[in-house]
């Protein structure tokens, strides 16, 4: 069965650092998202992507993070200066065409800010 | 805006049954049931795109009540294996998903 796949599992940072977050969503599907999860805490939105640019983002989705699709296969989030609450499990997601359809959640990239 | 998940958390006995509700204070077009175990990704259990539909998978099902905004998730002569949390999100239209903040099940011998 096709799934969305992230790299790296974990990742340990110090604050103020640069982190790349990469996930290859499914090949036919044409919406991507991201989403984090703080421990113990729900699955909060960041942002969509579609069709090659940001089409929704949340408030947490400030000027520190930006996404990219950089070769019509990955899909990476980036943050810049990370900071200690940044420290949370980041999902990628993708869905294919329509209303509706599933949302495929990758297994996750946990990211610890020291 | 979240949707509202209730209960917080519920404990039950083998083979005991459970109700999740979710509930929004905005028009839905589709409620979406996921489980996630602890350190792990959610896991997708089912979506609901219409008003009043039920759908099951062995002894989870769910309805979706357009009118009152709102789904309930059933859990049937519960399993060991359904412990967890689970999330419901909710979409109107082509919005991104939106969570709960997640009802946390556990299941005991």
């Known amino acids: 069965e096709p799934e969305v796949t992230q790299t790296p599992s974990h990742q340990v940072t110090q604050m103020g650092q640069e982190v790349i977050l990469r996930c290859v969503p499914i090949s036919n599907h044409l919406y991507f998202y991201w989403y984090r999860q703080i421990l113990g805490q729900k699955v909060e939105f960041l942002v969509s992507f579609y069709n090659n640019e940001i089409s929704e983002k949340s408030e947490i989705f400030d000027d520190q993070f930006s996404v990219e699709r950089p070769d019509g296969s990955n899909f990476t989030l980036k943050i810049r200066s990370t900071k200690l609450e940044d420290s949370a499990m980041y999902f990628c997601a993708s869905k294919d065409r329509g209303t509706g359809n599933t949302i495929y959640f990758g297994e996750g990239s946990w990211l610890t800010v020291v | 805006q979240q949707p509202v998940q209730s209960p917080q958390a519920v404990i039950l006995r083998e083979g005991e049954d459970a109700v999740i509700n979710c509930s929004s204070s905005?028009?839905?077009?589709?409620v979406h049931w996921y489980r996630q175990k602890h350190g792990e990704a959610p896991v997708f259990l089912m979506i609901l795109l219409k008003g009043g539909e039920q759908k099951g998978h062995e002894k989870i099902s769910a309805s979706f009540n357009e009118k009152k905004q709102q789904s309930s998730l059933y859990l049937t002569a519960s399993q060991l294996s359904y412990s967890g949390t689970y999330f419901c999100g909710t979409s109107s239209g082509n919005t991104p998903l939106v969570f709960g903040k997640g009802t946390r099940l556990s299941v005991i011998a």
């Open positions: 905005k028009a839905l077009y589709s």
